[in-house]
Nanobody, 118 residues
Framework: VQLQASGGGLVQPGGSLRLSCVASGSIFRINVMGWYRQAPGKQRELVAGITSGGSINYATSVKGRFTLSRDNANNTVYLQMNSLKPEDTAVYYC?????????????WGQGTEVTVSS
């Protein structure tokens, strides 16, 4: 399984960016895809995740500003980030967790950097 992330960049406060992540390889029916981020000097944290059934979980800090969606046919997730703040600056990592019976498999994409600065 490979995760290919794209869409990071430099944006001014209040601006928007959209991240995309495409999963390829052996993708199981039951899975969770999403995004984590890691700011300098901080631990990696969940931004948002979406199950294969469409249930979404957001970090409190991004609720109302970020929207996560997925295209199951293409194994792709999108993170629309609006009203960006300097504190959203981080490396964003795509994540896939999938299940087959009792077995759990987790994969990470390469990070994509998001910088919010004037």
């Amino acid at each position: 399984v490979q995760l290919q992330a794209s869409g990071g960049g430099l944006v001014q406060p209040g601006g928007s960016l959209r991240l995309s992540c495409v999963a390829s390889g052996s993708i199981f029916r039951i899975n969770v895809m999403g995004w984590y981020r890691q700011a300098p000097g901080k631990q990696r944290e969940l931004v948002a995740g979406i199950t294969s059934g469409g249930s979404i979980n957001y970090a409190t800090s991004v609720k109302g500003r970020f929207t996560l969606s997925r295209d199951n046919a293409n194994n792709t997730v999108y993170l629309q980030m609006n009203s960006l703040k300097p504190e959203d600056t981080a490396v964003y990592y795509c994540n896939l967790v999938q299940y087959k019976g009792v077995d759990r498999y987790e994969y990470w994409g390469q990070g994509t950097e998001v910088t919010v600065s004037s």
